[in-house]
């Protein structure tokens, strides 16, 4: 069975500092692996993907992501974090055979301080 | 940039009461979705919809909840019976094609209180 772990509930980090957000995942088969953040009262917003090919993925807003699949990890990075990014990120992964189904990660709060 | 539109945003209900939750996919996607959040808990998949039935569905997804598509533009999640613990976020989301090459886009969530 497919699962997704973001171990850390909050990343409190200063602004302009480096963020990383973790991610670990459990798949049979390639994984399909995405990041997805949520503002207050919005919907999940797309950031990036990994489907295949290059191990670093460049996504919206300056996030970046690296598949290292010897670690099962998707770690979401930000070289410079700003106060606006402060929000909900979840990571997911598609389920194996199922074209529409998501498993996400219980999400990782971000607090960016000025 | 096209968005996936809910209504209602907040609805409160008495338990035992209908409940239909309305959704304007992004008009060129053919794929569609709910998934749901109760507080403080992850994002849960229920339902994928494509070419007027049900793909895929989870155990969540019972004899009390249903979709539909009854026009070109609408995509509905009804809830025949609300109990107490369907008291949740439920966001719609759409896609052109299958996940994969293809992203969902989900709204902006109905959030429904089951009193």
């Known amino acids: 069975a497919q699962s997704v772990a973001q171990p850390e509930d909050q990343v409190n980090v200063a602004e302009g500092n480096p963020l990383t957000v973790k991610c670990t995942y459990s798949v049979s088969g390639n994984p399909y692996l995405f990041w997805y953040v949520q503002y207050p009262n919005r919907g999940l917003q797309f950031l990036l993907k990994?489907?295949?090919?290059?191990?670093l993925v460049k996504g919206s807003y300056g996030f970046e992501a690296e598949f290292n699949k010897s670690q099962t990890s998707f770690h979401l990075k930000k070289p410079s974090a700003l106060v606006s990014d402060s929000a909900l990120y979840f990571c997911a992964v598609r389920v194996t055979d199922s074209w529409g189904k998501f498993q996400f990660g219980a999400g990782t709060q971000v607090v960016v301080t000025p | 940039e096209p968005e996936v539109t809910q209504t209602p945003s907040h609805q409160v209900t008495q338990m035992g009461q209908e409940v239909i939750l309305r959704c304007v996919p992004i008009s060129n996607h053919l794929y569609f979705y709910w998934y749901r959040q109760i507080l403080g808990q992850k994002v849960e998949f229920l339902v994928s919809f494509y070419n007027n039935e049900i793909s895929e569905k989870s155990e969540i997804f019972d004899d009390q909840f249903s979709v539909e598509r009854p026009d070109g533009s609408n995509f509905t999640l009804k809830i025949r019976s609300t109990k107490l613990e369907d008291s949740a976020m439920y966001f719609c989301?759409?896609?052109?094609?299958?996940?994969?090459?293809?992203?969902?886009?989900f709204g902006a969530g109905s959030r429904l209180t089951v009193l």
């Open positions: 990994y489907i295949t090919g290059d191990n």
């Open positions: 989301a759409s896609s052109e094609g299958r996940i994969g090459a293809n992203v969902l886009t």
